[in-house]
């Protein structure tokens, strides 16, 4: 089973709303792992409020340090706006998704966001 790894800086928007929308796409067939290089302490509620909208609960996702036992595990990773802030991990294969940052942003925004981290998942489960 392939391992993905979705890696933002605060890891309390973008790569919760991936990760969550990964793990109900592909069920089953993939691990999903989450993580930021300097991690929020809380989730973004818009954030939460988008996924809850198309049915996703991400409420039980915690913003989590990005640590090398995490990177070594994932098979793919994929980074959002970390720039130099995520480091590299030799020998994985890296996405790198420009995505807007949710963070204060408006309802409407964040759902286009959601909507743009969907079609990036839906091709993403096609390359696994």
């Known amino acids: 089973m392939p391992t993905v790894l979705f890696v933002c800086v605060h890891n309390a928007g973008r790569s ?53 036992d995490t990177a070594y595990d994932a098979d793919v990773i994929v980074t959002m706006g970390c720039g130099d802030s995520c480091p590299v991990f030799p020998g994985k294969r890296y996405e790198d998704w420009k995505l807007d940052d949710p963070a204060g942003q408006p309802l409407d925004t964040v759902r286009r966001i959601r909507d743009d981290i969907r079609e990036r998942v839906a091709v993403l489960i096609d390359t696994l």
């Open 16 to 68: 919760q709303m991936a990760a969550g929308l990964l793990r109900h796409l592909a069920a089953d067939s993939v691990q999903v792992l989450s993580a930021g290089s300097e991690p929020a302490s809380q989730l973004n509620p818009v954030a939460v409020q988008a996924m809850q909208e198309v049915g996703i609960d991400i409420t039980e996702a915690a913003p989590a340090q990005l640590g090398y």
